[in-house]
C-alpha cells in the first residue's frame, strides 16, 4: 500500500472555497441592505388583443347557439379566401 504526500498547493483549497463563501454572503448581505426590488410581469401586446376573447369565453358567450353559428360562418369564410 503506497501512501502519497500531499502536496501544499492541495490544503490552500479549502481556505479559497471559504473565502468564496465568504465572499458570497457579503454579497447576500449588501444586496438585502439594498431598496427591496419587485418583479414586475407584462402582458404582450398580443395577450392584450386576446384577452377580451378570453374573458368572453369565461362569462359562457360563445355557448349561445347564435354566436356559435355565426363564429363558424366567419372561419369558414376566413378559411375559403385563402
Same mark, same amino acid.
Given at each position: ?9 492541495? +490544503? ?25 426590488? @419587485?418583479? @414586475?410581469?407584462?402582458?404582450?401586446? %398580443? ?5 377580451? +376573447? ?27 379566401? %385563402?
Amino acid at each position: 500500500m503506497n501512501i502519497n504526500k500531499i502536496a501544499a498547493s492541495n +490544503i490552500s483549497i479549502y481556505s479559497k472555497d471559504v473565502d468564496v463563501k465568504k465572499k458570497s454572503d457579503d454579497a447576500i448581505i449588501k444586496k438585502s441592505d439594498n431598496k427591496m426590488q @419587485t418583479d @414586475t410581469l407584462q402582458l404582450s401586446e %398580443e395577450m392584450l388583443k386576446l384577452k377580451p +376573447i378570453l374573458e368572453r369565453i369565461q362569462s359562457g358567450y360563445y355557448s349561445d347557439e347564435k354566436i356559435v353559428n355565426e363564429v363558424a360562418k366567419r372561419i369558414n369564410f376566413d378559411l375559403n379566401q %385563402e
